[in-house]
Structure formats: C-alpha cells, structure tokens
C-alpha cells in the first residue's frame, strides 16, 4: 500500500513546532480514528523561500504500488522549517520526503490513538533505501524510561552482559517506544531509568535470518515490568547508555 500525502492547508509562521502547534494536532488527532504524525522538515535549500516536502509512505508489508491519498495539513512553512500534520492509518511504513532536490527515506512506526512527532533532514543528492523493515513498538506505563533492544544473533551471546549483541536505544516518543530497521536475531528488550542503574530485560520475540525482513513485534511494558526492573537492580554497562551502533 502506497500512501501520498496531500497538503490542504498553509500556515505560515517564524518557528518549529510549538506547544500551540501540538495542541492543535492533538485536537485533530481526537476527531480521527486514524493515528496522526507531526513531521518536521528541516530544509536544506539555501533559496530563501518555503518549499513544501512531496511526503509518501509505503506499508511495508504490501505491494508498494497500491496507493491511496491521507489527509495532510502544513501546521507551519518557513524557508527553513515545514511542518506538516499527516494523518495515516497505524503501522509500519517507509517514509519518503522529498524537498526540491532534497531526500530523504525511513522507517515510521504508528501506533493506534499515539501521535509520532518525527523531524528530519533531507540532504542534497543522497538516496538510502530501506532494506530491513523489521520493528518493535509499544506503551509505556510511566514518563521518564529509556529503552534499547539487544539483538543476539550468534550462539555465544549473552543479552545481560551485553557480550556478543548488537544495541540499538529506541526513540521514546510520548509514552510509548519505537525502533525499526532492526537486524534479525533473538530479540531482548532493556528498559532502565535516566538515574537509576538498574535494567531488566525482557524476551520479546526472535527473527531468522532466511525470514521475511517485514517482521513488526508490539510489547506493552508493564508496571508489573517495572517492578521487575527495581528488584533485580541489575547495573548496566557504560552508565546505562547502550554502545554506539557499529
């Protein structure tokens, strides 16, 4: 399924997204079953004018060439800033921006009734395709957690330790977590507070390396996680910050 954004409206203004800003896309998010995302582009044109972005997404687990048009507003333009307020059906899809001679693509994780607020850069003359769809999502009971997904993908590997894993913190957006592009492997998440050296890890599902690279895995943490998390106390490595990614 290919989704193309329509712009219906401009408002043009001197800032990125505001508090203002936030409240109205989240008053328009109340009126939708669909889930909204706030996109903002920061421009790369040196023109000196607002050049709107050509926004479309595919659902990466249909055919790319079925489309259907979603309602789209430009909260703000600015020539250095465009913010546009898209409202699209939850799931997983590959999200095309493109702004003059300006691109960029990612993955978007959407979930129901959860508003993703989402900036980006595009750059002069670069295209990366997007070649592992794979993505883990869900709620979060309180404000203030972090999150990574440890990834073992070979026999000696151990996700408490960290010894043999690939670490990848996930985006906290609201309350609820999100990461994509993710490599095939046993799947581990760790959830810690910002001050507090303590983490637990919790099994949330395991992807083969000769599967379809569209897996898309939900786990909503818990309270009861969390007091999992208090009682192990399990320091984590690097002061709770996961390694950089290789």
Request: charged share 20%; proline share 6%.
């Amino acid at each position: 399924m290919r989704v193309v954004a329509t712009i219906c409206a401009i408002a043009v203004g001197l800032m990125p997204a505001t508090g203002a800003d936030r409240a109205e896309a989240s008053t328009i998010a109340a009126k939708s079953a669909q889930a909204n995302v706030l996109l903002t582009v920061i421009s790369c044109s040196k023109s000196g004018k607002a050049i709107l972005p050509e926004i479309s997404a595919s659902k990466t687990s249909e055919i790319r060439d079925k489309s259907i048009n979603v309602p789209s507003s430009v909260i703000r333009a600015t020539a250095r800033i465009v913010t546009v307020l898209l409202s699209i059906e939850p799931g997983t899809f590959t999200v095309s921006v493109l702004q003059g001679s300006c691109f960029t693509m990612f993955d978007l994780t959407v979930l129901r009734g959860h508003q993703r607020n989402v900036v980006v850069a595009p750059t002069y003359r670069v295209f990366r395709d997007v070649l592992n769809h794979n993505s883990i999502a869900g709620t979060l009971p309180l404000k203030g957690l972090r999150a990574s997904i440890e990834v073992c993908s070979r026999t000696t590997c151990d996700p408490a330790s960290r010894t043999g894993v690939y670490s990848k913190e996930l985006t906290i957006d609201g309350d609820a977590y999100y990461g994509n592009e993710l490599t095939p492997g046993d799947w581990y998440l760790r959830v810690w507070f910002t001050n507090v050296p303590a983490s637990v890890i919790i099994p949330v599902g395991s992807v083969s390396q000769d599967q379809k690279q569209n897996v898309n895995v939900r786990h909503d943490l818990t309270l009861e996680d969390l007091q999992t998390l208090w009682s192990r106390q399990r320091p984590c490595a690097g002061e709770c910050t996961p390694p950089p990614r290789p």
